[in-house]
């Protein structure tokens, strides 16, 4: 521990004497697995050039947030808009960072036309056509799609979205299927939250061998990793790497971030429909995070980090969900208005110390 403790030190102390003598996240771990990040419309069109610079600088992985879902690629029935999607690509190639293109088939963030498709014929035409329009357009311009996102619940049962109420169960066979025509240079993930739970994490089991059996190719599989920093499921976590990987596909942490915060239910759910009341001591950190709060959330990560190397080969991605506090998501989910500090930069593009103990589990004999 002391001498975790002295590196760390010297880390942070190279950090703010000279950045250059401190690795970068894609520096440090460019034998282990890509380390990427959720991007949003304003950091595509670089229009802060800070985060322009640190997203060069750390990342060779990009997810796009929100402009290639449904809602914004494809709002009406033969209206597509790949203006942002396309600059995405443009950005990736220029900066030498792959895209992990996010999401063709998801029952949320879908435009509100789709809801209103009451013929399972007119459905099923539109997720084609859908999945072959876009998948096609992008194929070897991004390395890899989450081709269906979140379609189970808890106990590890299909969720009863739109999808399964008029295409029936195989839909995401199917899903996989045309998006293996469409792109066949293209890795093909399905994602979700909360996978490393025993019950969901077999039902994810179950679905990806239920592909595999229909000769349909599925590269990898997508746990978001939306943990709190002071209960982070290791064992299941571990677990998790092993039997995914055991079913011969890749492994991947694809949306990661450790709130600091209280949770409001006694549950784990990542699932942006749900909200929450705010009350009293849901948001006890409005005027920064406390120092002994940092070195649990430091600790989390280190852990995690040295998990993943244990495994590296078969964990092949880890993406966090956003570039720096500022901009997480739980900030406003699923109480709106906390000031919450997920990642490993503030919200002054700073580094904090869950970033030098993240680099320190490369350095480390």
Do not use: C
């Amino acid at each position: 521990m002391i001498q975790r403790s002295i590196l760390v030190t010297t880390l942070l102390t190279a950090a703010l004497t000279g950045p250059a003598q401190t690795p970068t996240l894609r520096e440090a771990f460019k034998d282990d697995f890509l380390i990427g990040m959720a991007i949003n419309t304003r950091q595509i069109e670089e229009k802060d050039p800070a985060a322009a610079r640190l997203i060069q600088q750390q990342f060779s992985a990009v997810t796009p947030e929100n402009i290639m879902k449904a809602e914004i690629i494809h709002p009406g029935w033969d209206v597509y808009n790949f203006d942002l999607a396309d600059k995405l690509v443009a950005y990736a190639q220029k900066n030498n960072i792959k895209v992990n293109a996010h999401n063709l088939i998801w029952h949320s963030q879908l435009p509100g036309y789709v809801h209103r498709i009451n013929n399972a014929d007119s459905l099923r035409t539109w997720f084609t056509n859908h999945i072959t329009t876009i998948a096609s357009r992008y194929d070897g311009k991004v390395y890899s799609w989450d081709v269906v996102n979140e379609a189970l619940n808890e106990d590890g049962t299909l969720r009863n979205s739109v999808f399964l109420q008029k295409l029936g169960p195989d839909y995401l066979i199917e899903a996989f299927r045309l998006a293996q025509k469409a792109a066949p240079h293209t890795k093909l993930y399905y994602n979700d939250y909360n996978i490393e739970q025993p019950k969901k994490r077999a039902g994810a089991i179950a679905l990806i061998k239920k592909i595999q059996a229909a000769g349909v190719r599925v590269d990898g599989v997508g746990i978001q990793g939306h943990w709190r920093a002071n209960n982070v499921p290791m064992a299941d976590i571990e677990a998790s790497i092993r039997e995914f990987s055991a079913l011969g596909i890749e492994v991947m942490f694809t949306e990661l971030d450790l709130g600091v915060l209280p949770n409001p239910w006694d549950n784990t759910t990542a699932d942006v429909g749900q909200t929450a009341a705010n009350r009293a001591g849901m948001n006890p950190y409005p005027g920064g995070l406390p120092d002994s709060v940092a070195d649990i959330q430091a600790k989390a990560y280190a852990d995690l980090f040295r998990l993943f190397l244990k495994y590296k080969g078969k964990v092949t991605r880890i993406t966090f969900w956003g570039l720096d506090d500022g901009m997480s998501w739980l900030n406003d989910w699923p109480i709106r208005g906390r000031t919450n500090y997920p990642l490993l930069f503030d919200r002054n593009y700073q580094p904090k110390k869950a970033y030098f103990n993240v680099i320190a589990t490369k350095q480390q004999p």
